[in-house]
């Protein structure tokens, strides 16, 4: 099976622009999670949907958004861009069930390095 | 809030020596636990997971509710052990989301 993968590799922006990343998970995966790892914060959960449906979100204001669609492939945009936004944006899909007792494993992809100048 | 401490950044052992990486958690509940690993220009991939209690690549952890803590041990490090380790819990019905500790660099010298 062909692992996560994501578009692009590298990214450099200028504050204030916005920007899109887009991730497509493993086939048959219907889980996308989001995380950003940064070397001050470490690694930390942005959403995670489902079926088109946000099932989770953290800690981070509204610029950073998201959506899924109907083949699983996922994206995230961050709008108004800040130097702080610079980080390594990671996607890990899962064959995570419905809810409840589901703790299927998380496959990572390579991630996206956004350099915000 | 739930919460994953690794106390060390930076762990330096021989080769053949044990190695124990620690991870203490803080969640009132029922959590589960993962130890994740990155080594040199790969992907973070997962090592062990507290439900499926396995023993992987000669690691093993073990939960410890009374001290909520998940270490990671191995009787013998390898060089190829060499890599960076993180602890994660989750916990019911928040299966996509991973709260990650700080991550441990371990180096095994020959």
């Known amino acids: 099976k062909a692992g996560v993968t994501q578009t692009p590799r590298y990214l450099i922006k200028t504050r204030g622009q916005q920007v899109t990343l887009s991730c497509s998970p493993i086939s048959g995966h219907r889980s996308v999670s989001w995380y950003q790892q940064t070397p001050g914060q470490g690694l930390q959960f942005l959403f995670e949907?489902?079926?088109?449906?946000?099932?989770n979100k953290g800690n981070f204001p509204g610029r950073f958004s998201g959506r899924q669609f109907s083949n699983s492939r996922s994206e995230m945009n961050v709008s108004t861009l800040e130097l702080g936004d610079s980080a390594l944006y990671l996607c890990?899909?899962?064959?995570?069930?419905?809810?409840?007792?589901?703790?299927?494993?998380?496959?990572f992809g390579p991630g996206t390095r956004l350099t915000v100048l | 809030a739930q919460r994953v401490t690794q106390p060390e950044k930076l762990l330096s052992v021989f080769k053949g020596a044990p190695v124990e990486l620690k991870c203490n958690y803080s969640y009132s509940g029922s959590p589960e636990l993962f130890w994740y690993v990155q080594y040199s220009r790969q992907r973070l991939q997962l090592l062990l997971r507290?439900?499926s209690r396995e023993s992987i690549k000669g690691f093993t952890a073990d939960l410890n509710k009374g001290e909520t803590s998940f270490h990671l041990k191995k009787p013998f490090a390898q060089e190829e052990d060499s890599a960076m380790y993180y602890c994660a819990l989750t916990y019911y019905n928040q299966g996509g989301k991973l709260i990650f500790g700080q991550g441990t660099e371990l180096s095994v010298k020959p």
């Open positions: 507290h439900i």
């Open positions: 949907y489902f079926s088109e449906t946000q099932r």
């Open positions: 890990a899909s899962s064959l995570r069930l419905a809810g409840g007792l589901d703790y299927n494993e998380q496959f």
